[in-house]
């Protein structure tokens, strides 16, 4: 089973619609958001995704009031956690918090097989006694390139995936037609 990872998307509409699409072309079934989604019209891109979506807060809550009563409610395949989630898949229990510090000692309890966070936008995938520990990056797009990570449970890795030069359909015509005017 495919598990779509993601982290700090920061209200960057156009990278989650490019990860929810890729996620879904790839085939992912569980999409897993380690928070700082921050308002609540990103939920309509993460619902876009064709499996169940797994959403925490970050530092950046955004309107927690209208994002956890639209979960599970408007968008039906979104369950929020609050701030810390878990979650048991394809034999899998993922732990999921926004913070590394909370990640790491989730990881050394040995009780997950898997623990995913964000908060530092920096990509790392590490081992922690037998429990990998992932961090897939920012999505905003300041500090990196944006990119979210795809777990494969079968074969127990991770990998990177980039989100950014990649444009939208109506993006691509339009630079056609500027071109076709020179």
């Known amino acids: 089973m495919l598990i779509a990872i993601l982290s700090d998307t920061h209200d960057q509409l156009r990278n989650l619609r490019l990860a929810v699409d890729m996620a879904n072309e790839r085939g992912a079934m569980v999409m897993v958001h380690c928070g700082d989604l921050i308002s609540p019209f990103m939920l309509k891109e993460l619902a876009r995704f064709n499996g169940v979506v797994h959403l925490v807060y970050g530092n950046n809550t955004g309107d ?50 898997v623990v995913c966070c964000g908060h530092n936008h920096r990509y790392q995938v590490e081992k922690i006694d037998d429990t990998l520990l992932v961090n897939p990056g920012e999505m905003l797009g300041a500090e990196a390139r944006p990119a979210f990570c795809l777990l494969d449970t079968a074969a127990r890795m991770v990998e990177r995936i980039e989100v950014a030069g990649m444009m939208f359909p109506e993006d691509e015509a339009r630079l056609a037609e500027e071109k076709c005017d020179d």
């Open 64 to 113: 927690v009031h209208l994002i956890s009563g639209s979960c599970g409610t408007r968008f039906a395949n979104i369950t929020h956690h609050g701030n810390l989630g878990v979650i048991e898949t394809d034999g899998f229990r993922i732990a999921f918090t926004h913070y590394p510090q909370m990640a790491k000692g989730l990881a050394a309890t040995g009780n997950f097989e």
